[in-house]
C-alpha cells in the first residue's frame, strides 16, 4: 500500500515522487531491504547504485517544480473568489510537472529492474508482495496520522515552514527506506511537538497591554524582519494560531498608520518567540 500524494506531501516534502506502483516494477526499497536475499553481484551492487543516485539527484529539481506549482495553485484556491482560468491553467501545470517526474521515476525502475537476473527478478517480486501484504495496516495507521497533521496546518491555511518540512523529508527517508516502525513513531513525536492534542484557545489577544518598545520606523522595520524570520520556524500550533491573531492585529495597525499599535504587537511577538531587543 502506498501512501496518498495529497496527504504525505503537505508532511513529506519531497513526496512529489509518488511510487508508480505497476506490475514487476520493483521498488528501490524492495532492492534494499532485500539486498542479502537477492544475492546481488559486486557490479550489479555499483550499477543499483549508480542509477539509484542519478535519479535522486534528477528528481530534485523536477520535485522543487511540483511543490512550487502546487503552492501556486494552492494560494489560487484560497482566493475568496478565484479566477477559473487562472486555476485551470495552473493545475495544467501541475499534471505537466508531475507527469515530467513520474517519466524519471518510470525510467528509472525500468532501468533497475534490467540490472536483475531473471530468478532475482521472480524473487523481488514475491517479496514485495509480502511486503506489501505486511506493511497494509501500518501504512494505513501513518496515513491516517498525517491526514490528521496535514488537516491541521490546513485549517489555519498557512504553508509549511523550513523546520516542518525538514522532520517530513527525515520520514520521508525512512518511509523509502521501508523503516515504516520509525516512520510511525517519527510521526507520533512530531505530532505532540506540534501540539496536535493541545486544546485551542478561542481567547483575543489584547495587544494594547504590551509596550510599544522603539517606533522609530527604521526600528520597527527591523524588529519586523527579526519577527518575520522566527514566525518560519514555529510548528506549535497553538503559538501559530495566536501568531494569526497577531498577525491581523499588525496588518490594523499599520493601515491605521499607528506606530505605537505595531509596536505593541511586535513587543508581543518576540516575547512568545523569546526574540532579544535592544533596550
Request: no cysteine; glycine share 4%.
Amino acid at each position: 500500500m502506498k501512501p496518498s500524494l495529497i496527504v504525505l506531501s503537505f508532511l513529506l516534502s519531497g513526496s512529489a515522487a509518488m511510487a508508480l506502483d505497476l506490475p514487476r516494477l520493483i521498488q528501490p526499497e524492495t532492492l534494499t531491504t532485500h539486498r542479502e536475499a537477492l544475492a546481488f553481484t559486486p557490479p550489479q551492487e555499483a550499477e543499483l547504485t549508480r542509477i539509484y543516485e542519478s535519479a535522486k539527484a534528477d528528481a530534485a529539481p523536477l520535485e522543487a517544480a511540483v511543490r512550487s506549482v502546487q503552492a501556486s495553485l494552492g494560494e489560487t484556491l484560497r482566493a475568496t473568489s478565484p479566477e477559473p482560468g487562472a486555476a485551470e491553467a495552473k493545475f495544467a501545470k501541475l499534471l505537466d510537472a508531475e507527469n515530467a517526474l513520474k517519466q524519471l521515476q518510470f525510467k528509472t525502475l525500468l532501468a533497475l529492474r534490467a540490472v536483475l537476473t531473471p530468478e532475482q527478478m521472480e524473487k523481488a517480486v514475491t517479496l514485495a508482495s509480502r511486503d506489501t501484504q505486511a506493511n497494509v495496516p501500518l501504512m494505513t495507521t501513518i496515513e491516517s496520522k498525517a491526514q490528521r497533521l496535514k488537516a491541521a496546518f490546513d485549517s489555519l491555511e498557512i504553508k509549511p515552514g523550513p523546520v516542518l518540512e525538514s522532520k517530513g523529508a527525515h520520514i520521508r527517508g525512512l518511509i523509502e527506506s521501508g523503516d515504516l516502525a520509525t516512520a510511525d513513531g517519527a510521526l507520533d513525536a512530531l505530532a505532540k511537538e506540534v501540539g496536535i492534542d493541545e486544546p485551542i484557545d478561542e481567547a483575543t489577544i489584547d495587544f494594547s497591554q504590551q509596550s510599544p518598545g522603539v517606533t522609530d520606523l527604521t526600528v520597527l522595520e527591523s524588529r519586523f524582519r527579526n519577527v518575520e524570520t522566527a514566525v518560519k520556524d514555529v510548528i506549535y500550533l497553538p503559538h501559530l494560531r495566536q501568531l494569526l491573531q497577531a498577525r491581523d492585529a499588525l496588518e490594523a495597525a499599520k493601515s491605521a498608520e499607528d506606530a505605537e499599535g505595531v509596536g505593541r504587537v511586535l513587543t508581543w511577538a518576540e516575547t512568545l518567540l523569546d526574540i532579544k531587543t535592544a533596550p
